[in-house]
């Protein structure tokens, strides 16, 4: 018998995967006080024990050498910085914000969080800035990543929350996966994928869309490598052909739906001819994948950033609910359209109201009702909570740059590497009076910046509650103790509203007594959560809201009635066109450079990149070109070249490959300045967004590309 290679584990603790979105359980093993090994814990009904690499090395990411120990301070950005107590460096901070408040109004001050914050986090940083120091200026990461899809919901079905749930990949006999690539961002979801194919290969069908050929793609029955940016006018056209071919459900329109006629109107404008020539895709694929989706019993549509990251990245996700409520593909077993979230608890923070707009809830900052609910929760005036959204994501930092908004406190996301046009980032940051970053690593690309770094405990070193992409809430427990000093945010927030005066308000001694206050203000909202406990999920286990009464089971599925959260219980077709991306291409930038992930990296690398069974696969960023394109620029695979776009320059290493689209090239984003300052994608994006969900456009700039070294061939 192999030997048992967890034999001198001393305990397995049950936790959550702070990767991806997919939301796995863990089990971590813990020998001597330090977690020293993670596998899949398969009692959790979201990944029944299945967990990808990026968990596995987990353990190698917690005690590193750069890990931030102690709050720090200096007096300018140049400075050194110096080792200072808690209480002076929180001091110091609420009295820089105290000075810029009385002086220039709250909308001076500002938080940028992350969608990898637990719950309470990020719940305590709302309630902090939007309740206590009346600025709406919290916004977080999620505005690169899930803000489309937020709105996108909104305004098809009423409401924000995925209706669908992992179990539902069980019983589909179609997947639309669409600007995802779900096999290396979201591992664990595409295995039950595959597994489904398998069980049935030649009933289950899986179209890719995607201007790639990636692993996703690769699997699928069908890839129709589109245009980048053309997703709208695929999905009109597979309308078309749907509504010809007689594949609608008209009973279901009739009774569950609004707005079909004026929507058939501008589908009328996409024949699959049409289509055709705006996504430079045969026609025939088109009408294919048309008939895959059309004629299927039970279809899922997956999607995370080539729909998002885009100016129309709400218009593409109406454009995917159309194609399900079209169909009736909703509310049942099976079906749905399903949003791929990309981080851990992405979900949680729009739970918790985590975007400039939003409140807890699902509630919005506009509406005068929901403003005096939460108000009167808090225990403030009605008008204690400004009627006016604070600065979206890229905004936030346009208004830093503008001098608008003073002081900015930055946790748990790393901006100076993930936000478009890193140049225009960093003379924001530089232009700032006050920087703080709440990191568990030190320097990061963002730390460089701090005017006070405060030292976060990261997972494992604090607990917490995180939802996943299928609305299911995991308690995370702290199993071993944060090194030096660092504490957990929502420990540093809290410290820091008591030092803002805001004692009362911020009683918390634990990060229980957060969820609890939070899980009431739920109660009645579509995230109704106000029959979940930390008692009942360290008893019962994950539980997937709405989960309204304490013997409530939690909802597999929304929307089962076919009632969806509009006022008139009607889900609404919301007619949309195609659009270019905002830069097109031309002679002095003739490509679209597109930008996104590699399977065994984590965004900005601050983890990921100090594992080297993870980061031998992929030492270095790089640049895919199809042959076509390689060929005319005078380029061969492996050639090093500068990318030039209006913004910036990078230089990488040419992967010459049939595995993406003429026209197209495409870069991955982890790599910042610090590995190398030409290394950053970012350097070129453009913070170009989409006018309703403020997303950047990530997936397209236009960029020219120059050899500028040959690949040293060798003697041999
Ligand atoms: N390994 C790994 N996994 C991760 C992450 C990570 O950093 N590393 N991050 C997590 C997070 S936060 C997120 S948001 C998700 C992201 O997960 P994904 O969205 O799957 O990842 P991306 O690589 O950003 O983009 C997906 C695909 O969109 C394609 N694409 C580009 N433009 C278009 C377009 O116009 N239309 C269509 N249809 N496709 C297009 C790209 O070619 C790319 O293959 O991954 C999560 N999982
Ligand atoms: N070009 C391009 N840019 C992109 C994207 C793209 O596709 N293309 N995708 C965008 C998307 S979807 C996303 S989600 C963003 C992600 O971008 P970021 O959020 O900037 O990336 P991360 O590296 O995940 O940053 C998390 C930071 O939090 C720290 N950290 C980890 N755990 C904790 C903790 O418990 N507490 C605290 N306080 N800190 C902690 C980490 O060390 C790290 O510095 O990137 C966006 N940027
Ligand atoms: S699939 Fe996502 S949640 Fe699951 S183990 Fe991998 S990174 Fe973690
Ligand atoms: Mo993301």
Known sequence: MRREANGNIDRWVKSYCPYCGVGCGLLAGVKDGAVVKVKGDPDHPSSLGDICAKAVYLPETLRTQDRLLHPQMRRCQDGPFTQVPWETALRAVAR???EIISEYGPEAVAFYGSGQLTTEEYYVANKLAKGFLGTNNFDTNSRLCMASA?????????????????????????????????????????????????????????????????ETADFADLHLPIRPGTDIALL??????????????????AQHTKGFSEFMAVVEKYPPEGAEKICALPECLIVEAAMIFGKAKKALSF????????????????????LHLATGQIGRPGCGPFSLTGQPNAMGGREVGGMAHLLPGYRDITNSFHREEVARFWGIPAEGISPKPGYSALDLFEAVAGGKVKALWILCTNPAISVPDADFIEKALRRADLVVVQDAYH????????????????WSEKEGVMTNSERRLTYMPEIAEAPGEALPDWKILTLFAREMGFQEAFPYESSEEIFAELAQLTQGTPCDYSGVSYERLKKE???????????????????????????????????????????????????VLTTGRVKHQWHTMTRTGKVQSLSKSSPDPFLQMNPADAKQHGIRDADFVEVMSRRGKAVVQVRVTEEIKPGACFMPFHWGRQFGFYKAANNLTISARDPVSRQPELKACAVRVKRIMDFPQGDT
């Open 96 to 98: 820089k914000f105290r």
């Open 150 to 214: 937020v709105a996108g919901y909104k305004r098809s079905l009423g409401s924000d929350g995925p209706p669908a749930s992992y179990t539902d990949i069980d019983l589909a006999d179609c997947f639309l996966l669409i600007g995802t690539n779900a096999a290396e961002c979201h591992p664990v979801t595409f295995k039950r994928i595959k597994q489904r194919k398998m069980q049935d290969p030649e009933r289950v069908r899986i179209i890719a869309v995607d201007p790639r050929r990636t």
């Open 236 to 253: 009109n056209g597979m309308l078309y052909v749907l509504v010809k071919e007689g594949l609608v459900d008209r009973d279901f329109i």
């Open 303 to 322: 999607w995370s950033m080539g729909v998002n990251q885009s100016t129309v990245g709400v218009y593409k996700n109406n454009a995917i609910h159309n």
């Open 443 to 458: 320097p990061t690309g963002t730390t460089q910046f701090a005017h006070i770094l405060l030292p976060a405990a990261q």
């Open 541 to 591: 286990g994950p539980l997937q809201w709405p989960c309204p009464a304490p013997d409530h089971r939690g909802t597999v599925r929304l929307y089962s009635d076919f009632r969806f959260s509009t006022p008139d219980g009607r889900a609404n077709f919301i007619a949309v066109e195609h659009q270019e991306p905002f830069e097109v291409p031309n002679q002095d930038y003739p490509l």
